[in-house]
RNA sequence: GUGGCCGUAGCUCAAAGGUAGAGUCCGGGGUUGUGAUCCCCGUUGUUGUGGGUUCGAGUCCCAUCGGCCACCCCA
């Protein structure tokens, strides 16, 4: 019989793995709640509608990567969520989140997007998002940003830099789409079909292009900061103001487009050059727009997501694999007489706080003890040895060495808890 | 979705068309300080899968699945 596999592209993460996700996990939602940010959990299934409206017709999530069904029971459309943002908004919209003023939430969890796997990318992969709900100003925008600087210094990440963006208000974005359109055709011959396709539906993607030909007749077309009016500027100005009072480094990155619809003004990406191809460790911005495009009343919101297992794929590069937890006892038993005490010892001490393993299954004493020294436990208590009186359990240190006494259960828990 | 490289024991890797191996791990025993080191013995494979070429395929060819990397995209 064949063995059947993990689905590709959606991966176990086993001990001692684990342990640094759970270190990392602990780290982030401490710090979350420290900025005052509360916990959300919406469902890992949506109605697909969700996404279409909110990241957009034209974007690769919707057109390609999205897992999307029919449930025949109840004739509905649904998906496995693709990012966040969009469910929290929903979210917030259907429960009336906003109603006694802004909001600011984080959540995390799975995320599916059908994509061919690498590096940094996979089908099924883990996200924190943080979302600001009906927060107006470059404050919020700027406390987001800086924010994750400190993230990234408390995890010990120094290497991670930061790139920032406007990208203006949909009015103005639109002029600036109409000339850019008109720009890329003039040179249409000089542009891959990637660009070509893109013309008319998501023209502005191609400003990132990494095709040389594609860069230059980018490089010479009309810069969306020359469409941006006052009130967007100002904006820009007070994030980059903020940024330099917290000391936050940041390079203006022209180019820098989301691939998701709902942004406006304000975007951001937190990248590092230690993932290969996929270096954006975190990625966010403003979206004023979302909660009308989802059927909300207008509401100004900020957010930005992080991708775990790039994060985890650093710390675990920069070497800090927390240790394992030490068990206080490893329990021995000689005879099946023996395992009967021993089961009654190891409930008894575990019921006074203390972290016991008891060896299960046979094996010869060495063996026994092999797995003891192996558990990394500071103790091996051993039952039902020859010389033992009865009722006696041998004490034997596993770290420094010293000489094994005998004690009456009683007398371990002290011992244990002193040592 | 497109292209390149790669799939051998649980893990790390040998075997350049001619009997599938080593280290590690695991199990038993010996030395010992009932643990480490050291010594002896033992288990582990449809060589990812399915076809083909050949007297003979882990090795060559095709397909397929999976992994890695890049494109693409994004967290």
Partial sequence: MTPIRAVRGMNDILP????LWREFEAKVEDWLERHGYRNIRMPVVEPTQLFRRAIGEATDIVEKEMYSWRDELNDEQLTLRPEGTASCVRAAIEHSLVYDGP??????GPMYRHERPQKGRYRQFHQYGVEALGFPGPDIDAEHIAMCAALWRELGLEEVRLELNTIGSSEERARYRADLVRHLQQHEDRLDADARRRLHTNPLRTLDSKNAGVQEVVASAPSLMQYLGEASLAHFDGVKRLLAAAGVEYRVNPRLVRGLDYYNL???????????????????????????????????ATGFAMGNERIVALLADAGRTPAPPVPDAYVLWHGEAALEAAFRLAQELRGHGLRVVLHAGGGSLKSQMRRADASGARFAL?????????????????????????HKPGHLVNILKGA
Avoid: H, M, N
């Fill in 382 to 406: 051993l039952l039902g040895e020859e010389e033992l009186g009865a009722g006696e359990v041998s004490l034997k240190p596993l770290r420094e060495g010293a000489a094994q006494t005998r």
């Fill in 103 to 108: 909001k600011r939430l984080w959540y995390g």
């Fill in 266 to 300: 304000t975007v951001f990406e937190w990248i590092s050059d230690r993932l290969g191809a996929q270096g954006t460790v975190c990625g966010g911005g403003r979206y004023d727009g979302l909660f009308t495009q989802l059927g909300g009343k207008p509401t100004p």
């Fill in 16 to 19: 001692p793995e684990t342990a």
